[in-house]
């Protein structure tokens, strides 16, 4: 008899999968396919060629993949692999609550190359992957200014709050929040453009906002008082990074692929004004694939004319962690971060630590998060190249992951002693 089996077959989709094949003929060539339809139904595939043992059994956690999207021994490699059939797509979950991603896992007796083949599989099953816990729960924010949604833990708390932000994209991205929330955090999803009434393009922008967010998260009745931590990437973590030298409230900053220095939009804080570093629109890169790459696109802030536009991380309340993937095809960011680490060291600040990871591209996300090497964005005629290779970008996404929720739950102090 024929089997499959996929462990846990309900999970958040940070969680590993165990995936198990056997009563297959000894030393077969097989395929293991996984697909899902996202929430415009558009689909997304991956696949993978395994040879069968001499007891006819294929188990992922041991078995190399001989071809297919990947090769060698990756238990996760069919959910980071999963790409989309219509190119430029990235695979993003909205519903964070009400609904999980449906994975369709597939055993083929043969080598299966088309993305939609005629025969039925021999065995499937279906995986549910979710971006947050049952137990958690989402509150939409529309307080004073703030715009956003907050994810709490069950129970009484007093949570560690954190503030998530994404970047260039605008909106409101919630899935990062869902699973933090999941791990034990209050963690406010905010928007700052692009989203319901707030500006439809990111001009000047005004700290006060950021800092309104913060204030609202301190005062959480489930959250503790002692000050909440950031995450945030591309132009989001500029805005993290601001919000870390210039807060109070801000008791730890993760930098996901970010700058060093205020690009491109004023920004201002009360009478404090920093001049955003021109963007150099003549250096953007068109590459062979008809995408864009940016990285060359923001001026070296070491310049004269840019030094005001740096910012003085010797300021911050908290410690920093610049997490980057150093084929960043979007930002230049191993380069910002470094820039910004020598500055902490240079003002004797010892908290700033930098995590770089070689072979990952920009959108590093959480586990499970298949590779997206490029996708088209809304304020872009061209698809943006991301940068990376799926083995490296994904082990990359694993590991730093574990490092974001130790140094959060490590810096933000829970308790509610000293309420700002």
Same mark, same amino acid.
């Given at each position: 008899?024929? =089997?499959?089996?996929?462990?846990?077959?309900?999970?958040?989709?940070?969680?590993?999968?165990?995936?198990?094949?056997?009563?297959?003929?000894?030393?077969?060539?097989?395929?293991?396919?996984?697909?899902?339809?996202?929430?415009?139904?558009?689909? @997304? +595939?991956?696949?993978?060629?395994?040879?069968?043992?001499?007891?006819? #059994?294929?188990?992922?956690?041991?078995?190399?993949?001989?071809? $297919?999207?990947?090769? !060698?021994? +990756?238990?996760? !490699?069919?959910?980071?692999?999963?790409?989309?059939?219509?190119?430029?797509?990235?695979?993003?979950?909205?519903?964070?609550?009400?609904?999980?991603?449906?994975?369709?896992?597939?055993?083929?007796?043969?080598?299966?190359?088309?993305?939609?083949?005629?025969?039925?599989?021999?065995?499937?099953?279906?995986?549910?992957?979710?971006?947050?816990?049952?137990?958690?729960?989402?509150?939409?924010?529309?307080? !004073?200014?703030?715009? =956003?949604?907050?994810?709490?833990?069950?129970?009484?708390?007093? %949570?560690?709050?954190?503030?998530?932000?994404?970047? $260039?994209? $605008?909106?409101?991205?919630?899935?990062?929040?869902?699973?933090?929330?999941?791990?034990?955090?209050?963690?406010?999803?905010?928007?700052?453009?692009?989203?319901?009434?707030?500006?439809?393009?990111? =001009?000047?922008?005004?700290?006060?906002? @950021?800092?309104?967010?913060?204030?609202?998260?301190?005062?959480?009745?489930?959250?503790?008082?002692?000050?909440?931590?950031?995450?945030?990437?591309?132009?989001?973590?500029?805005?993290?990074?601001?919000?870390?030298?210039?807060?109070?409230?801000?008791?730890?900053?993760?930098?996901? #692929?970010?700058?060093?220095?205020?690009?491109? #939009?004023?920004?201002?804080?009360?009478?404090?004004?920093?001049?955003?570093?021109?963007?150099?629109?003549?250096?953007?890169?068109?590459?062979?694939? $008809?995408?864009? #790459?940016?990285?060359?696109?923001?001026?070296?802030?070491?310049?004269?004319?840019?030094?005001?536009?740096?910012?003085?991380?010797?300021?911050?309340?908290?410690?920093?962690?610049?997490?980057? !993937?150093?084929?960043?095809?979007?930002?230049?960011?191993?380069?910002?971060?470094?820039?910004?680490?020598?500055?902490?060291?240079?003002?004797?600040?010892?908290?700033?630590?930098?995590?770089?990871?070689?072979?990952?591209?920009?959108?590093?996300?959480?586990?499970?998060?298949? @590779?997206?090497?490029?996708?088209?964005?809304?304020? %872009?005629?061209?698809?943006?190249?991301?940068?990376?290779?799926?083995?490296? +970008?994904?082990?990359?996404?694993?590991?730093?992951?574990?490092?974001?929720?130790?140094?959060?739950?490590?810096?933000?102090?829970?308790?509610?002693?000293?309420?700002?």
């Amino acid at each position: 008899m024929i =089997g499959l089996t996929v462990t846990p077959e309900v999970a958040l989709v940070d969680e590993s999968i165990k995936i198990q094949a056997w009563g297959l003929p000894p030393q077969e060539l097989i395929t293991l396919r996984a697909w899902l339809e996202d929430e415009k139904g558009e689909i @997304f +595939h991956s696949r993978a060629f395994y040879r069968t043992d001499d007891d006819g #059994n294929v188990d992922l956690e041991c078995t190399p993949a001989t071809g $297919g999207d990947f090769h !060698g021994v +990756h238990p996760m !490699g069919l959910f980071w692999a999963l790409k989309p059939v219509t190119p430029f797509l990235r695979l993003v979950k909205r519903n964070i609550k009400g609904s999980p991603f449906y994975v369709h896992v597939e055993l083929y007796c043969r080598i299966e190359i088309s993305s939609s083949p005629e025969d039925p599989p021999i065995a499937s099953k279906i995986v549910e992957r979710w971006y947050s816990s049952p137990r958690v729960e989402r509150v939409q924010i529309r307080e !004073g200014r703030i715009r =956003g949604a907050l994810f709490l833990p069950q129970g009484e708390g007093p %949570f560690p709050g954190v503030i998530d932000m994404f970047g $260039g994209v $605008g909106g409101l991205l919630e899935f990062r929040s869902g699973l933090l929330a999941s791990h034990g955090f209050a963690s406010l999803a905010l928007a700052y453009f692009a989203y319901e009434d707030l500006p439809n393009f990111l =001009g000047d922008v005004d700290l006060k906002y @950021f800092e309104e967010a913060a204030q609202f998260l301190c005062n959480h009745p489930k959250v503790s008082g002692e000050g909440v931590g950031v995450i945030a990437i591309c132009k989001g973590a500029e805005m993290g990074l601001a919000m870390g030298t210039y807060l109070p409230q801000v008791a730890a900053t993760v930098c996901i #692929n970010g700058t060093n220095a205020v690009n491109g #939009n004023t920004l201002t804080y009360g009478d404090l004004s920093i001049p955003g570093i021109p963007y150099q629109t003549e250096r953007l890169i068109f590459t062979d694939r $008809g995408t864009l #790459n940016l990285s060359r696109a923001m001026a070296d802030p070491r310049k004269p004319e840019h030094q005001d536009s740096i910012f003085p991380v010797e300021k911050a309340r908290g410690p920093i962690l610049f997490i980057v !993937g150093e084929n960043d095809q979007n930002y230049d960011s191993l380069f910002f971060a470094k820039e910004a680490l020598a500055r902490a060291h240079k003002y004797n600040k010892k908290d700033v630590y930098l995590q770089s990871y070689p072979g990952a591209g920009h959108l590093l996300e959480p586990p499970g998060s298949p @590779f997206c090497p490029v996708s088209q964005s809304p304020f %872009f005629p061209l698809p943006l190249t991301w940068g990376g290779e799926l083995l490296p +970008h994904c082990r990359a996404q694993e590991h730093s992951w574990k490092e974001i929720l130790d140094f959060l739950r490590k810096n933000i102090q829970c308790s509610r002693r000293n309420k700002l």
